[in-house]
């Protein structure tokens, strides 16, 4: 694997994120007890008319576990780890967190951030690739929570989201590791014959064809990006495991999980549990699950790979593993700190340096108007061009 540069500027000092004076953890939300589950997914599912008797049918899952998604716990890991990296660097940058569907809400954590005097904010979104639900969703949320700051008097903030991480190195050599740890795992007697199914949230079709495009949706015609992107970042892992494993040709596949909404909508497939009773029929030995389309290890990691996709390989007599996401892995918050310094020395109009592997190169890092559209109707969206 190789990184994509361009060469930084001598004259920019190490460790300097003006113009930018913090940084937002922006995540999803979980419930954190029973009685949020509802009322959580009544605010996911807020506008599309779903009935409450079916959103308990859904809670089901989050029931399984007490009732309490674990993301927001592994946020909170992930905002000390990325304070202490900070830190630990003298980058002297407030980070904050807020949530799109429960507390602490984004608009909540953006009051705060104004009260304490910041104007200038760079946004980490917990979603590494393109696509409405991971990027452009996020944005529109934004730019509500903006509106709503604007109604009440606040103080006028700008805030600009960092780029797509996805491809990384940050990113990448941790899964490739958290791969190879898995493959470890499995007997010795399947683990040279193990395939690697890839996962990721997915989608509707009509979602994935309009989602961003590869590399630079300015200079590129807008769609296929989500999977284009997960696909590089497929790759990389694979050949990362093939060199470490000495197995050359190892299959692998990128396959899908959490899919919801309509059955008679074409969403991306083939799903998680399909795909493993196709290769146990194929002969396959193992399948290691690679959970590359999540950054951490939340309810849709926990229930759809570690509880039904678990349960469809022991009903085949399917040896598998999965490993585990990035989570608060130390060269991944330091991806974090590299690409805010990376953006505020653009900002300040220096050339950077812009880490990338695969095949793709490093993203954009403003959104075309066009990119990712709401699949239901037109919304404002915040950090756009």
């Known amino acids: 694997m190789s990184d994509a540069r ?26 954190e ?44 890991e992930l905002l000390a780890a990325l304070r202490k990296d900070f830190a630990g660097h003298g980058l002297d940058l407030p980070v904050y967190w807020g949530n ?3 507390a602490p809400y984004l608009v909540d954590t953006l ?6 005097g910041h104007r200038r904010i760079a946004v980490l979104a917990t979603s590494a690739y393109a696509g409405y639900s991971g990027c452009r969703q996020y944005r529109e949320n934004l730019a509500d929570a903006l509106a709503r ?18 491809n990384h190195p940050g990113f990448v050599r941790p899964m490739a590791d958290a791969t190879l740890a898995a493959l470890a795992g499995l007997p010795a007697a399947v683990r040279d014959g193990a395939r690697l199914a890839f996962t990721t949230h997915s989608i509707p079709d009509t979602m994935a064809e309009t989602s961003g495009a590869p590399g630079d949706p300015a200079r590129g015609t807008p769609g296929g990006a989500y999977v284009a992107q997960h696909l590089d970042v497929a790759r990389q892992v694979a050949a990362a495991v093939a060199e470490a494993t000495g197995v050359p040709d190892r299959p692998w596949e990128l396959v899908f999980q959490s899919r919801s909404g309509s059955p008679q909508t074409p969403w991306l497939e083939p799903d998680i ?8 029929q194929a002969g396959a030995p193992a399948v290691v699950m690679v959970p590359i389309g999540f950054v951490s290890d939340h309810m849709e990691v926990k229930y759809d790979l570690d509880t ?11 040896p598998v593993a999965r490993a585990a996401t990035v989570g608060a892995d130390p060269r991944f918050t330091a991806a974090v700190r590299e690409l805010v310094l990376e953006r505020a020395a653009t900002e300040r109009g220096e050339a950077v340096t812009r880490c990338a592997l695969g095949a793709l190169g490093p993203s954009h890092d403003v959104c075309a108007v066009a990119c990712c559209p709401n699949p239901r109707a037109p919304r404002p969206a915040a950090a756009q061009a």
């Open 111 to 116: 009051r705060e951030i104004a009260a304490d």
């Open 33 to 76: 007890a029973p009685e949020d589950v509802v009322p959580f997914l009544e605010n996911v599912t807020r506008g599309r008319g779903i009935p409450k008797e079916r959103l308990k049918e859904v809670g089901k899952h989050y029931f399984l576990f007490g009732g309490v998604s674990p993301i927001n716990e592994q946020n909170r």
């Open 149 to 166: 700051l604007a109604a009440e008097g606040a103080p006028a903030l700008t805030v600009d989201k960092l780029r797509h991480f996805y």
């Open 308 to 318: 039904e996709a678990r349960a469809k390989a022991a009903e085949l007599g399917l």
């Open 273 to 280: 549990c399909d795909h493993l009773e196709a290769v146990h």
């Open 6 to 31: 361009k060469p930084s500027s001598p004259g920019a000092p190490a460790g300097t994120a003006d113009p930018y004076d913090a940084l937002l953890l922006l995540s999803f939300g979980g419930p």
């Open 100 to 102: 799109r569907n429960w």
